[in-house]
């Protein structure tokens, strides 16, 4: 198995009327990785059969297992949108801004799914945790 160490920093000066600075650190034991992947999102809606990008397909990995995903377009307003391809309407998890990240645990028995604002926006993800 191996050790897969999550850092989160939040700090700010600014932000509230005491010094911000919030450091939580996370050993992660995996062993297995869709490995690191970029793609092209060519779909602009949820829902549809094609031009989307699977993040996660359900039951690839035992609970827990993590989801690192990155929209790396620059310009802010280029959403990646990632839903839940599972449940019954699709329900949206997490609206990443151009440069944005999401470092998550995942609900195992769900598919995830990535569409974008504008077509040939390239999502980066990786789903690590304990192979089914």
């Not at 990443?96 to 470092?103: K, P, S, V």
């Amino acid at each position: 198995m191996a050790t897969v160490t999550s850092k989160l920093t939040l700090s700010s000066t600014d932000l509230l009327s005491q010094t911000l600075n919030l450091s939580v650190t996370n050993s992660i034991t995996a062993s297995g990785t869709t490995g690191l992947a970029r793609n092209a999102i060519t779909s602009i809606a949820k829902g549809t059969s094609s031009g989307q990008v699977t993040l996660n397909t359900a039951a690839d990995f035992t609970a827990p297992a993590y989801l690192y995903v990155k929209n790396t377009d620059i310009t802010s307003s280029d959403h990646v949108i990632v839903y839940d391809a599972t449940t019954s309407g699709n329900p949206i998890l997490l609206k990443l801004q151009g440069g944005e990240f999401a470092f998550m645990p995942l609900n195992n028995s769900i598919d995830l799914k990535a569409y974008a604002v504008t077509s040939g926006t390239v999502v980066e993800f990786m789903v690590f945790g304990t192979e089914a």
